[in-house]
C-alpha cells in the first residue's frame, strides 16, 4: 500500500527486522504510538527501486518498468 508517498509493505516480522537493519525501512507507525512489527516502510521513493527490491524479496529480479506494456 502507499502511505504518506511511500511504500508501506507487510512481510514475517525477522524480514521487517532484517530490512530495517540494512538500511532499506523504517517500522511503519499507523498512528497508533507504536510500529507494527510486521509491517515496514520502504525508504526507496521510486517504482523502480520498490520493484528492485521486490524482487530481492522474491528471490528473482522483477522485469525492469521500461519493458512492461503501456
Known sequence: ???GGKLV?????HRVATLI?????????AGKGHPMKEWLTVI???MESWLALAGRLHGRPL???SSWRN
Open 44 to 46: 526507496a521513493d521510486d
Open 1 to 3: 500500500m502507499i502511505s
Open 21 to 29: 537493519g540494512s538500511g532499506a525501512g523504517t517500522p511503519f507507525d
Open 63 to 65: 522485469p525492469q518498468r
Open 9 to 13: 509493505v507487510k512481510l514475517p516480522h
